[in-house]
């Protein structure tokens, strides 16, 4: 039994384009599921997501592994997915998640659902001006700007009261404005990945001196991390207010507030990197998942 592992042409071995800085993720990943995958008697086959369509025929399943230009490229990659599903390929996570989770506005949903998040303003693109009302607005002397369709940390910025950026610049992007959380550098970020509903094991990312943001692309480094029974309650919290049942996998991003409390910087859904250095279980969790889905 075949199983895709969707890519790109940056993160393949192979594939065609000048691999990205953060492509040995790919690596590990792949290496940690085609063991636990051929115990239950399935391939793990690396593609790239705009292979034509006939390359996937055979497939039971894909997963959506390091497809990372996506964001640059959603309706594209949604057509796609929906096009493998429409000849009976089973898509993990599904096109109707990958659509509610493609735009960071789902943490609106997850908000009013009881999740925990960090304090955010919504535009459509943003300025000097927004920046400025935001650092007003959120009582604060930093905020970050992140696109609200994006990923891994790209095209991102972060604006301190007294170096904004210059009159004329835009983001160019829907955006989204959070007040900077000290947190971040002073302790990291916390990883929860979740196998079919079920916690899988922790990460603690941090990010490299002088530098707020935790992906290896920057600089960051991870850990193994246990959580506190506290901490592990609002990942859990976080997956109980998603509006889908168990999705295959699902990682739960958090940082700390000013006053104490995790809070839910990102539920990856669509293609996040899953650690398996920190969770060398992650393969096997998932192999037995996909037998069972697929029996």
């Known amino acids: 039994m075949k199983i895709g592992f969707l890519a790109c042409a940056a993160t393949l071995p192979d594939g065609g384009a000048e691999r990205?800085?953060?492509?040995?993720?790919?690596?590990?990943?792949?290496?940690?599921?085609?063991?636990?995958?051929?115990?239950?008697?399935?391939?793990?086959?690396?593609?790239?997501?705009?292979?034509?369509?006939?390359?996937?025929?055979g497939l039971a399943l894909v997963l959506l592994g390091t497809a990372w230009d996506y964001q640059d490229h959603p309706e594209e990659f949604l057509a796609r997915l929906e096009a493998l599903a429409a000849r009976g390929i089973a898509v993990c996570n599904p096109p109707e998640i990958v659509r509610w989770n493609g735009d960071k506005k789902y943490l609106q949903d997850l908000s009013a659902r009881g999740a925990v998040t960090v304090p955010t303003l919504w535009h459509d693109d943003v300025g000097r001006g927004e920046i400025a009302a935001a650092l007003a607005h959120f009582g604060t002397d930093r905020v970050v700007v992140k696109r609200q369709v994006g990923a891994g940390g790209l095209g991102q910025h972060s604006f301190r009261v007294d170096d904004l950026p210059a009159a004329d610049w835009r983001m160019?992007?829907?955006?989204?404005?959070?007040?900077?959380?000290?947190?971040?550098?002073?302790?990291?970020?916390?990883?929860?990945?979740?196998?079919?509903?079920?916690?899988?094991?922790?990460?603690?990312?941090?990010?490299?001196?002088?530098?707020?943001?935790?992906?290896?692309?920057?600089?960051?480094?991870?850990?193994?991390?246990?959580?506190?029974?506290?901490?592990?309650?609002?990942?859990?919290?976080?997956?109980?207010?998603?509006?889908?049942?168990?999705?295959?996998?699902?990682?739960?991003d958090m940082a700390r507030l000013p006053g104490g409390e995790l809070a839910v910087m990102e539920a990856e859904m669509i293609e996040p990197y899953l650690y398996p250095e920190q969770g060398p279980g992650m393969g096997a969790a998932l192999a037995a998942?996909?037998?069972r889905r697929l029996a």
């Not at 636990?36 to 369509?53: N, Q, Y």
């Not at 002088?210 to 997956?239: C, N």
Request: aromatic letters at 12%.
């Open 172 to 252: 160019g992007h829907a955006a989204m404005i959070q007040p900077f959380l000290p947190a971040v550098v002073e302790e990291g970020e916390f990883t929860f990945v979740f196998i079919d509903g079920e916690f899988s094991h922790g990460v603690h990312k941090q990010a490299a001196p002088g530098e707020y943001r935790i992906q290896s692309l920057y600089g960051g480094w991870e850990s193994d991390y246990t959580p506190a029974p506290a901490d592990l309650a609002r990942a859990q919290a976080v997956v109980a207010a998603l509006p889908f049942d168990n999705p295959l996998y699902c990682r739960i």
């Open 20 to 57: 990205r800085g953060d492509a040995y993720e790919h690596d590990l990943e792949v290496a940690a599921l085609r063991p636990p995958f051929a115990a239950h008697g399935m391939e793990v086959v690396e593609l790239d997501w705009r292979s034509p369509i006939e390359s996937f025929d």
């Open 289 to 291: 998942v996909i037998a």
